[in-house]
Structure formats: C-alpha cells, structure tokens
C-alpha cells in the first residue's frame, strides 16, 4: 500500500512539474514573440521616418553627418543625430570644461561635422 501511495505521490508531482513548466515556457514565448513584434514595428516606423526626412542634393552633406556631445556618469559621450545611440565614449571629465561648455553639454551640445567633433576631441582630450 505504501508503495502504490509513493508511486502515485511521484506521478502527480512529475505532472504538477510538467505542468508548470509548460505554463512557463509557453509565457516565455509569448513575451519574446511581442518584444519582437515591438522592435520591428519600431525599425519599421523609423524606416518611414528615414524615408520621410530624406532630401536630395547634390553636395556631401548628409543629415547623419551631426553629434551630440552629452554628460554620462561625468565624462563627455558623443552621440549621433538620434540622440540615443552612442558613437564614441571619451576619457573627457565634464568638470574639467570651462562652466559655459559644461552647461552645454550637459544639455547637449550640437556639433554639426565630423571634422569639427574631431576638433573637439583633439582640443580637450588630455
């Protein structure tokens, strides 16, 4: 009796564990799958926005050709036009700046060029 009790007690413990785990894996899925969703709608909208924005000349000049100089943890971070994704992260403390660029690049400062974000970079690095 004792046995047919211990066989039965493993057996509902296996499928309680089966069970859950399949809950589980099942939720994973669905996450994964709707985060997914999510990033291609957002690669999707910005391609649209991309496309939108586009302006033909007949120079070099490009939109993404801009920089963002901003703050992170104390130290200047250069960012392209977006905003959000970093470029280069430097070795250049914020509070070693002069008070009038500190201001603006803890606002974010604008640096139109490469060849001026390089002027930059060569100036105050140390």
């Not at 104390?74 to 280069?88: H, N």
């Amino acid at each position: 009796m004792k046995k047919k009790l211990s066989i039965g007690f493993f057996t509902a413990s296996l499928a309680a564990f089966i069970i859950l785990a399949a809950a589980y894996h099942f939720t994973y899925e669905r996450a994964v799958d709707r985060a997914r969703e999510e990033m291609n709608q957002t690669a999707s909208e910005e391609n649209l926005e991309q496309n939108e924005e586009t302006v033909t000349t007949e120079g070099d000049a490009s939109k993404e050709d801009c920089y963002y100089l901003m703050e992170v943890n104390g130290y200047v971070v250069v960012f392209l036009s977006d905003k959000k994704t970093a470029y280069d992260y430097t070795s250049i403390e914020v509070s070693t700046l002069p008070t009038e660029l500190q201001n603006e690049v803890k606002n974010g400062k604008y640096i139109e060029s490469t060849q001026l974000l390089y002027s930059f970079l060569e100036n105050y690095s140390s």
